[in-house]
């Protein structure tokens, strides 16, 4: 009866990260379609099986290649629900949802303690990192990626901790991966680092090669035969901008705004004029960032005292090289880095978290307030802190800003479509904002849903 009892607590705990998440993200229900969702919609059209199966050939005029994260999904609601954004975030939500509970799973297999595991779960839910996908439709990817990312993880794990026969599942899902978003190539890496840190023996370590093996194979394809261009923001480039990307996507794991990174006079100065016209955000990202750290680092210093430190230095290796390693295939894209490729790290970090902390756990009583307290104020500056980047990203993020003056837009448009049914050629004004928000010529031909319709911007 007290275990059922217990379960029913962590339930109520695991619905209450469900409804701080919604509560977080509520705005961007409202958020319509805008810039590469529109040609997002124009890759996504299918009228038979053969046109279908055409969205899975890699295209030569963009780096990416996801159509299970990207051109199935639109096709599929278009199909469903018409062009109703609605539809769309809906389901981007349900699949956060489940990754939450997929986070919480994935902890207590590892580290067999159910209140770490909602923690880390409740951590996850409501970071900042997630915003944009709950905005911007065609970042989808980057919600659905940690899904598969998880769900293969967790078999993977399961095969060699329970011993169970899922390893081939862990296989199916790492290759289905990769069809949803091609960061899932550094998953291979992220396995061996995973059981050297769980100190897996050879045999396990040897079971990865077939990962391995589907990575090159799918790295020789897409670049041989299917070359992306490297050109504009996907130029690479190795230089100081490199470790001015790994400090960026460092202080956005902790529930930084974007704009924060281009506020950096010098590494650690920040423009004082963006401080004195944003003090509120300002100083409340700084503090919460120092009270997050200090935790941070209490709960390290404490494993130092209580573990072999080689054991702890081990894993904090370990944990930097999983996060480099993560991020590697757009970690030198010095114009092109976003808070969205962290859901993953985030992960990463999550696990070592949760593993110090199982340490701590373990102490007495009296300890154990002393612990309670310290993940008390850890959860507060972290859900005030995202609750902050929200809404500064809310008054000047260009994900907003691009998706209301997209709507704003088409209704004009339709509008005039009403007064002139055989209308083909729309003039609007000519601003860099009005081009993004309907990618130049594709958002009119989608919304009208004809090919012929012309957009000029003058």
């Known amino acids: 009866m007290a275990k059922r009892l217990l379960s029913y607590k ?7 990260t469900i409804l701080a998440s919604l509560y977080l993200f509520k705005d961007s229900f409202t958020a319509y379609f805008f810039q590469d969702d529109w040609f997002t919609f124009s890759i996504s059209k299918a009228s038979n099986l053969k046109e279908f199966f055409q969205f899975f050939m890699p295209r030569t005029d963009i780096i990416y290649y996801r159509p299970l994260g990207m051109q199935v999904p639109f096709f599929l609601i278009r199909s469903f629900f018409g062009l109703n954004p609605i539809a769309f975030h809906i389901l981007a939500f349900f699949t956060h949802l489940f990754n ?9 297999l590892i580290i067999k303690n159910e209140y770490i595991a909602v923690l880390s779960s409740f951590l996850y839910g409501t970071s900042a990192v997630h915003y944009i996908p709950f ?3 065609s970042t989808f990817p980057f919600i659905l990626g940690p899904t598969i990312f998880l769900i293969s993880l967790i078999f993977y794990l399961k095969s060699i901790i329970s011993h169970q026969n899922l390893f081939g599942y862990s296989v199916i899902f790492f290759i289905l991966g990769i069809f949803v978003n091609e960061l899932m190539i550094t998953f291979p890496f992220i396995l061996l680092m995973m059981c050297l840190y769980l100190n897996q023996d050879k045999k396990n370590l040897i079971r990865i090669l077939p990962f391995f093996i589907i990575d090159i194979g799918y790295i020789f394809v897409r670049f041989i035969f299917f070359r992306p261009p490297s050109v504009g923001v996907y130029r690479m480039a190795i230089n100081k901008e490199v470790l001015l990307n790994i400090k960026g996507y460092l202080i956005w794991l902790f529930n930084w705004p974007e704009e924060m990174k281009y506020q950096f006079q010098s590494f650690f100065k920040i423009n004082p004029v963006f401080i004195k016209e944003f003090q509120f955000y300002s100083y409340t990202f700084i503090l919460a960032l120092f009270i997050i750290l200090s935790v941070f680092i209490i709960f390290i210093l404490m494993n130092f005292f209580l573990e072999n430190k080689f054991t702890v230095i081990k894993k904090l290796i370990i944990l930097f090289l999983m996060f480099i390693g993560s991020l590697a295939p757009v970690l030198f894209f010095s114009s092109h880095s976003f808070s969205y490729y962290l859901p993953i790290p985030l992960i990463l970090i999550l696990i070592v978290f949760s593993d110090l902390l199982k340490i701590i756990r373990s ?14 104020l850890l959860i507060l500056s972290w859900y005030c802190s995202s609750i902050a980047a929200i809404r500064f990203n809310y008054l000047i993020h260009w994900a907003p800003r691009r998706a209301l003056l997209s709507e704003k837009l088409i209704k004009g448009i339709m509008e005039e479509r009403v007064i002139e049914p055989d209308k083909m050629i729309f003039i609007i004004q000519n601003t860099s904002e009005n081009k993004l928000a309907l990618n130049n010529q594709d958002g009119l031909k989608i919304i009208l849903n004809d090919d012929r319709i012309e957009t000029h911007y003058e």
């Not at 962590?10 to 209450?16: E, K, N, R």
């Not at 939450?100 to 207590?108: A, D, N, Q, T, W």
């Not at 102490?363 to 008390?376: A, D, E, N, P, R």
């Open 100 to 108: 939450i509970l997929l986070v919480y799973y994935l902890i207590k």
């Open 363 to 376: 102490l007495g009583t009296g300890k154990s307030k002393l612990i309670s307290f310290f993940i008390t």
């Open 10 to 16: 962590y339930i109520i705990l695991l619905i209450i």
């Open 135 to 137: 905005y911007w439709f």
